[in-house]
């Protein structure tokens, strides 16, 4: 419950902290820590409109999408403290696909709606998310072979850093888990949330037609995200440096703010790829995480 309960503090104040970060950096006085929130709340007191060439997948996806995020933040442990609420042998895939269903149901959604503006966005995500799959998978992968177990309470648990080596691959680890949560957050470089240049819209076209609660159900899923990820490189960081619990409570909280800051700032001074760049891109960080994979492999001498 406590991871649980410092992820939710992480989503409360990520969307405000990047706002805030990118207004202070281009000299304007920005909006309030909890404005993004605001507007969600805004959203959430409207009804929804159906176009009348949806389904029943349409209404329900942004429910399913907003639970299957919810699912997977239950796996997430809190370092080496509490487990999380659901822990297994394996459970980082089962983390990994829940992530995968709820995008399902999202781009599924989309396509329902009969709009080939919106099936263009749904095509995109897809693209993306299919290939920033496998860096997800090696960065997790050489956990496993650093720590020896498949789940996440355990793998944490186990992560030890005893040299320069091992905290040079933390941070190519937190650098990756960075970049792949902007990417499946349909941030810069790939997407630009603030865009609405019908060419290269993403994210944002392929949740066009929502409107109203979903559409609020929606943001807050994506905050919820964010702070998922944030979490992910706080078990990373924390474990190692064994600090008490309250000390590791602070430092969790603090390694969201500053991965929101961090957000901020590259989305700051960080332009758009051309469309044809993205996938060049991202297969990139495969590339990276693979040599990482690969130097793990023959620093511990495990298969």
């Not at 959203?43 to 029943?56: A, D």
């Not at 060419?199 to 066009?208: D, G, I």
Request: charged share 10%; no cysteine; aromatic share 14%.
């Amino acid at each position: 419950m406590i991871s649980l309960l410092l992820i939710f503090i992480g989503a409360l104040i990520f969307p405000g902290l990047i706002s805030i970060t990118k207004a202070k950096l281009s000299g304007k006085k920005g909006p309030g820590i909890f404005q993004p929130y605001k507007d969600i709340l805004r959203l959430l007191k409207k009804g929804s409109v159906y176009s009348s060439t949806t389904s029943f997948v349409f209404q329900v996806a942004p429910i399913i999408y907003m639970a299957s995020v919810l699912g997977a933040i239950l796996m997430i442990p809190f370092g080496n403290f509490k487990q999380g609420l659901i822990s297994f042998e394996g459970d980082f895939l089962m983390f990994a696909y829940m992530l995968a269903f709820g995008k399902f149901l999202m781009i599924i959604s989309a396509l329902d709606t009969g709009s080939g503006f919106e099936g263009m966005g749904a095509n995109r995500e897809a693209l993306y998310s299919m290939l920033v799959e496998p860096a997800f998978f090696i960065v997790l992968s050489s956990v496993v072979m650093l720590s020896g177990y498949t789940s996440f309470y355990e793998m944490f648990t186990h992560f030890h850093v005893e040299n320069y080596v091992s905290w040079l691959y933390v941070a190519i680890s937190v650098y990756l888990l960075i970049q792949i949560t902007l990417i499946e957050n349909s941030r810069l470089p790939v997407d630009d949330p603030k865009t609405h240049l019908e060419l290269t819209m993403v994210h944002e076209v392929m949740v066009l037609d929502n409107s109203g609660f979903d559409l609020g159900l929606i943001q807050i899923t994506g905050a919820l995200k964010f702070a998922m990820f944030g979490a992910l490189i706080g078990n990373l960081v924390i474990p190692p440096m064994h600090l008490g619990f309250e000390l590791s409570a602070l430092a969790f909280v603090v390694i969201q703010a500053l991965f929101a800051i961090t957000v901020g700032f590259m989305e700051s001074f960080r332009a758009r790829l051309k469309m044809i760049y993205n996938p060049q891109f991202i297969l990139t960080l495969s590339g990276i995480a693979l040599i990482a994979f690969f130097a793990v492999f023959f620093i511990t001498k495990t298969i």
